[in-house]
């Protein structure tokens, strides 16, 4: 488990970098319009999403046990640490060849990305059967996940915001990719179980879904959430002036998990469903007022970002693990990432026009902007998701609200009625 929890947050840096930064970064330390930004960064996320589907078709036979998905993921770690830093030094290049420079190398890093990613995703479904216990493991890594991101919004952000050196933010990338390049290696080094946790039945309790409709909630949830996230370093910068949003909402992630761990084992995860989107639906409130440019706003919408989005995310990948239990873990998992890949392509694009409309860096601080209303809706939507999520999930119609069970009337039996006695003659 530790060697797991360390390689998911090296890992995990990575990838909230590229999700948190890399917008910013290209508009504003590299000099891009917000048009290249996002068609630069659109793009590669749809590379991203077929290499990760492509990957899981294809070694999905291959990769049938834990050990082996390890050392696919430390094979593949070194060619993914040099695309990073490369990409992290576009800066340095000429202006002229900055875009070819950054679509270039982050084109490598999403293609050899997913067999660090894909190949780690899938150690859950791999290692074991019982679904409370993927709960824990999936529940323990979104926590290292989100100390990941606080990590990257304690150092990475203000050396974005504030920094004055083209030469800082690769520095601080360099160490990053390395971290990760290392904890590939002394996770391959594991002795893992050399046979498959997966290929016999769903466990007692499992429950199967419908795969297009967790997908669809994927693509819908990582949408609004990537418009969220793509802006919130915008936020920091033109409109609050402080971190405190970000700051908390990578707080508010990891030490949400436990209860929404114990909530779900307690009450049932139609509950917490329901709970998710209170939370989102509050911070959306506390966003539309002018408190939200104050140290108070941030701290609030940051907590209940964090933990509603969190919560969520736990649900979606549970049940897609739920789903690889019987086998063919890899294809799974690829399929699941590769839509979350394209929706949040999708919504960088979507940013990238909305940035180019409007002088974001005057008119962000207005809660009645483009981007400000945008950070709202997106909020919105997510609550959306969890509730239709819940209704579908739980049988909300069918077994009454907060999937607490209908009562049924007993089906009425039939007695039977001994013949009456003939009269003699």
């Not at 996230?229 to 030490?255: C, D, K, N, Q, V």
Request: glycine share 8%; charged share 10%.
């Amino acid at each position: 488990m530790l060697r797991y929890l360390c390689a998911h947050f090296a890992k995990s840096q990575l990838w909230h970098t590229s999700g948190l930064l890399f917008a910013f970064f290209l508009t504003e330390t590299c000099g891009l319009t917000p048009r290249a930004m996002g068609w630069v960064l659109g793009l590669t996320l749809f590379l991203n999403g077929l290499a990760d589907l492509a990957l899981g078709a294809k070694l999905d036979g291959r990769i049938a046990d834990a050990a082996a998905a390890a050392r696919l993921q430390a094979r593949a770690a070194p060619a993914v640490a040099a695309c990073f830093l490369l990409f992290a030094i576009t800066p340095l290049m000429p202006t002229g060849c900055r875009v070819i420079w950054a679509l270039t190398t982050l084109s490598g890093f999403r293609l050899i990305y997913p067999l660090v990613d894909v190949a780690q995703n899938a150690l859950v479904p791999l290692m074991t059967l019982d679904a409370a216990m993927q709960r824990r493991w999936l529940a323990a890594r979104n926590i290292a996940s989100s100390i990941a991101a606080l990590a990257v919004v304690a150092l990475a952000v203000p050396l974005l915001i504030k920094g004055r050196s083209a030469m800082i933010y690769p520095l601080w990338a360099a160490m990053v990719a390395g971290a990760m390049w290392w904890s590939s290696a002394w996770t391959a080094r594991t002795a893992w179980p050399s046979k498959s946790a997966s290929g016999g039945p769903p466990p007692e309790g499992a429950e199967s879904f419908d795969l297009p409709v967790v997908l669809l909630a994927l693509a819908a949830m990582m949408f609004a959430l990537t418009l969220f996230r793509t802006l919130e370093p915008y936020f920091a910068a033109f409109a609050s002036h402080r971190i405190e949003l970000m700051l908390w909402a990578a707080i508010g992630a990891p030490i949400s998990q436990p209860l929404w761990v114990f909530w779900i084992d307690r009450h049932g995860a139609a509950r917490a469903l329901i709970g998710m989107a209170a939370t989102l639906l509050l911070a959306a409130l506390v966003l539309s007022e002018s408190i939200r440019a104050s140290s108070v706003g941030g701290v609030t919408i940051g907590i209940l970002f964090g933990a509603g989005t969190s919560g969520l995310w736990l649900v979606l990948w549970a049940m897609m693990t739920q789903r690889a239990i019987p086998g063919r873990a890899l294809r799974y998992v690829g399929s699941f990432t590769c839509m979350s890949k394209l929706a949040q392509g999708a919504a960088v694009l979507l940013v990238g026009q909305i940035l180019a409309r409007t002088t974001y860096s005057q008119t962000l601080a207005d809660p009645a902007s483009p981007p400000s209303r945008l950070m709202m809706m997106a909020l919105l939507a997510t609550a959306g998701v969890a509730i239709g999520l819940a209704a579908y999930r739980f049988g909300i119609s069918r077994t009454g609200f907060f999937g607490i069970a209908a009562k049924r009337r007993p089906a009425a039996r039939s007695i039977p009625v001994p013949d009456r006695p003939r009269p003699a003659g």
